[in-house]
């Protein structure tokens, strides 16, 4: 194989992991921009310094995106496979940013990922089990950060109730600093791996590398520099939907939503499953908004939302599944 195929594969993965940074900068940092904790353009710089450094901590979630989806040394289109891919989650994640829609990066990417794989190689080729626990993790976190949210909202209520809201806001303000570099940090813990996860799958496929379970550190470190340097840009449209359009957030609530979306994504981390950041934080947003009170909530919003979760994997499947079939009758 020409090493210049390698490289297309390699520059498509970052620039996925570049958009994933823009694309996901709102996920991590909408609360306390929204509530005036944090000015835009400290915020994002933050959380492009705690996306990197999060990023380089931590190697589980490549690793089992690099084999999980399916064994990329038993693939004879390997490369094209995860061309089809990266160009489909790609595809995805510009067009969902352009209409300001928080929709899953981990999705599009796993999506794509399965598309590819079962147009390319077949059904047979999918690795059932690493598959089916990837889809536990992205469909069970969101679920589990609802009741994180709700918890500590409910728990916050009633600790502070005999508070004056003036007070608790200037107290929180400040601590939704920290809880937004904790989110920024464990946000990068988790979706900078995925890229770092499809570079080792193409190199296993391309015969460079003989398995997934070794993250190059030159993998990792220009993973880590994409994805930082996608959040700097930032996504000022999803920050509007994440921050304002779902219900009016006050620094308590952000502060919960922050801890609890943080806490669930730096567990699945550690256990190295992927979830999805966006999924997550939303869904702690609107546990927090629920337990807060439960009409202040604009559920017509987050249905929306909840629609773009659900058609994100069949979608990115079928437009990865149309990226292999043009490689294939172009170059193959």
Known sequence: MEIYVLWIVVFLALAFDFINGFHDTANAIATSVSTRAIKPKLAVL???????LGAITFTGVAKMIGSGVANPADLEFGIEIVIA????????NLITWWFGIPSSSSHALIGSLAGAVIVGAGMSSLNASG??????ALLLSPLIAF?????LMWILKRVFAKSSPHTINKGFRGGQVITAMFQSFSHGTNDAQKAMG???????????QENTDHIPFWVQLSAATAMALGTSVGGWKIIKTMGTKI??????NGFAADIGSAVVILTATLIHLPVSTTHVITSSILGVGSAKRFSAVRWGVAGRIVVAWFITIPITAVLAM?????????FL
Request: hydrophobic letters at 80%; glycine letters at 4%.
């Open 131 to 136: 598959f089916i626990d990837i889809l536990k």
């Open 147 to 151: 009741a994180m949210g709700f918890l």
């Open 46 to 52: 933050m959380a492009a310094v705690m996306n990197f």
């Open 322 to 330: 149309f990226f292999f079939w043009i490689i294939k009758a172009l």
């Open 85 to 92: 891919a990266l160009l489909s989650a790609i595809a995805w």
């Open 247 to 252: 219900f009016k957030i006050e620094p308590i």
């Open 198 to 208: 499809i570079i080792v799958f193409a190199l296993v496929a391309a015969g460079v």
